[in-house]
């Protein structure tokens, strides 16, 4: 825990005056508490979001249009998961839509040959397991930053994807592949809904309650100091990606089961709302900072805001306007929170 | 007014919060989904959606779509609708298949759902409405050339896309099958531009060359009409050849005023919605029939896969290529 004395001393020391930006080893103490105060207020904007959908609209609160609402955001969430954890780690990915249509041709290719729907789907993460991978091996290979790379894969996939299908389309999945994308386990509860409740419990446990999870926060403060406390970085950054990448070929698989068909244009413009997810939930895009619980929380704060204003029948160039909105207001207010709060206590040390 | 209105809301929350189930007394609500939002073909479709809804009088059109062109934002918004519980969906289509599961879903819900301009599967809608069809656009081309051409005729030239364009082909086949009908017009050579303006105009210009008596060029493509036009011009031969066959108003407004163009054909995009809307409303109403009365545009018909065609292509001339240039 870092004191008002130390802290006074490192000042002194001529260090950037910047006090937003957190000294590594206040991690461990400071951030829970941050974090704990992050995901209150996004659980506030959540409740608002509810009442008010409740108050606007006399369809909202129905079982069945909850259940087909959560569709729009299901897949999406589930590549915001790993992503989290990349983001944390410094890295990012913006080849993820890209792959999703990768992955999707792959699959419709393997049905023309004939495969069934559990071989689609292995199909499917398995090509995005491998564009995860190649992300990962060329940025830690060559040592060239995330943002570069992906940015090239990002064109790289579609654009294979645009020369094997072209203006063509794949269609005709086989019966059962529908499931995936449009089955329901139990009730209203939809497979895709339940796959993503069950992954980010997972993914909680594993970056809250791992070695492995300790590591990635490591590597996000600081990757130098990381490596020298004996984490292979590389390695670790190198899994990161091919996560993504899995997790990228799991939506693939469910967005293609659930439109029943592949063209190469498919999860045009994901990148971003994956990302802003991650952002919205509290994760700092500098790395370092964040939590599962948070990033679960915007993905259904999203979720609903989108839902009632489509509702409301709000056009989709006021959603994005609210959207953005949205995302200043959340992350912003904290920040000017804590200004505030920094410039009010160096008043009061000032003064003193 | 303004007090009607409140009251309105006022028991439309009431009924909201006593039972969520449709009442009878409701307007009929269609759901117009559209490839974009923000584009002006679109826009001028709604407002001929809202001319009908006021027609049919019981009626609200609620005009959706997404920002881009995508499948899957036009899913968000079907999405939107069905949990409305709209009583009918009128969708122009940015991808046949990926739509097919969520309308199908839409269907089982009890909405009934169309598709227009642009349409999906077949199973995924009760019918789609096609803005005209191919005789009717072939007829409609040589029409405009003969009306161009006047009573003494004269030679006419076709300028088309690629040689293996499907829709020009067929196109080009129905004008050839009514070309008999107008004993004064004679068909004297096809070229293709490709849909490129430059191997177009190109075209058009080594067309004029050959051809010293040509009268008409008819180029049933939105690309070759203009080239053609600016070719004529720039050949100075305003007056003496004309151009029409299928282009956009805003393109072509320009060559209107010039007279390079007299008169030219595309879909209206005002009629296209408002028949949309008199087809879905029909279809709530318990038409399921092969032939649907559409207010003003008369009776459209649709054949055994349930595809219709609302009418011959509108024509355009200088009386009203400025008010849709402004359009699409």
Do not use: I, Q, T, V
């Given at each position: 825990m870092i004191t008002e004395k130390t802290l006074k001393q490192t000042m002194t020391n001529d260090l950037?005056?910047?006090?937003?930006r957190h000294l590594?080893?206040?991690?461990?103490?400071d951030l829970r508490s941050k974090m704990m105060r992050w995901e209150t207020l996004l659980m506030v904007f959540v409740v608002i979001a509810f009442f008010t959908n409740i108050q606007l609209s006399p369809y909202f609160l129905d079982p069945w249009s909850l259940s087909d609402a959560t569709f729009n955001f299901t897949e999406k969430a589930i590549i915001a998961l790993p992503m989290a954890l990349l983001i944390i780690a410094r890295d990012i990915d913006l080849s993820v839509a890209s792959t999703i249509a990768l992955a999707s041709v792959a699959m419709g290719f393997a049905n023309t040959m004939g495969a069934g729907p559990i071989e689609l789907a292995l199909i499917g993460m398995g090509v995005g397991t491998v564009a995860g991978f190649v992300n990962g091996w060329i940025i830690t290979k060559f040592d060239i930053p995330a943002i570069v790379v992906t940015i090239g894969t990002m064109s790289l996939y579609r654009g294979i994807a645009y020369i094997v299908l072209g203006d063509e389309v794949y269609r005709s999945y086989p019966e059962g592949f529908a499931f995936f994308g449009q089955g329901y386990v139990w009730g209203v509860l939809s497979f895709e809904f339940v796959l993503f409740l069950c992954l980010a419990v997972a993914f909680g446990i594993l970056l809250h309650k791992t070695t492995f999870g300790r590591r990635v926060y490591a590597i996000g403060n600081n990757p130098t100091a990381a490596l020298f406390s004996g984490i292979n970085v590389k390695r670790h950054r190198l899994f990161l990606f091919t996560l993504v990448g899995l997790f990228a070929g799991v939506a693939a698989v469910l967005l293609t089961s659930r439109i029943g068909s592949t063209r190469p244009s498919i999860a045009m413009g994901w990148e971003l709302e994956v990302i802003t997810m991650v952002v919205l939930g509290g994760v700092n895009i500098m790395g370092g900072a964040g939590s599962i619980v948070g990033v679960f929380i915007a993905v259904f704060l999203m979720g609903l805001v989108t839902f009632g204003m489509g509702l409301m029948n709000v056009p989709g160039i006021v959603m994005s306007i609210f959207t953005g909105l949205l995302l200043i207001l959340v992350i912003g207010t904290p920040i000017i929170w804590r200004r505030v709060l920094t410039a009010r206590k160096m008043k009061s040390k000032s003064g003193n | 007014m303004k007090f009607r209105k409140s009251l309105m809301a006022a028991a439309i929350f009431a009924m909201g919060m006593a039972s969520v189930t449709a009442q009878a007394a409701d307007p009929v609500r269609v759901g117009l989904v559209v490839k974009s939002l923000g584009n002006g073909f679109f826009e001028a479709a709604r407002d001929g959606a809202i001319e009908a809804a006021k027609e049919i009088g019981n009626a609200e059109v609620i005009y959706t779509g997404p920002t881009s062109t995508t499948a899957e934002g036009q899913i968000e918004s079907i999405n939107a609708l069905m949990a409305q519980r709209v009583d009918a969906i009128a969708v122009s289509a940015n991808d046949p298949d990926a739509l097919a599961p969520i309308l199908k879903r839409a269907m089982d819900r009890g909405i009934k759902v169309i598709s227009w301009d642009s349409g999906v599967a077949d199973?995924?809608?009760i019918v789609h409405l096609n803005p005209s069809s191919n005789p009717l656009i072939g007829a409609m081309c040589i029409k405009l050339a003969a009306d161009v051409a006047g009573d003494a005729g004269g030679e006419i030239a076709i300028l088309s896309a690629t040689p293996t364009s499907t829709n020009q082909n067929i196109w080009i086949d129905e004008m050839k099958k009514v070309l008999p009908d107008y004993s004064q017009l004679k068909l004297v050579d096809t070229v293709y531009g490709d849909d490129l303006a430059d191997k177009s105009y190109r075209e058009t210009v080594a067309l004029l060359k050959k051809h010293p008596n040509l009268k008409v060029i008819v180029a049933p493509t939105s690309v070759g009409i203009v080239a053609a036009a600016q070719a004529v011009a720039d050949q100075g031969k305003i007056g003496e050849v004309f151009v029409t066959g299928l282009g956009l108003p805003s393109e072509l407004a320009g060559h209107v005023d010039a007279g390079s163009v007299k008169s030219f054909a595309i879909w209206n995009p005002i009629d296209l919605g408002y028949s949309a809307m008199m087809i879905a409303y029909q279809l709530t109403q318990?038409?399921?029939?092969m032939m649907i009365e559409a207010g003003r545009m008369g009776t459209i018909t649709f054949d055994k896969d349930g595809n219709g065609a609302m009418s011959d292509p509108f024509v355009y001339d200088a009386s009203n290529v400025h008010k849709f240039a402004d359009i699409f």
């Open positions: 950037p005056k910047d006090m937003s590594p080893d206040s991690l461990n103490s | 199973d995924a809608r318990g038409d399921e029939h």
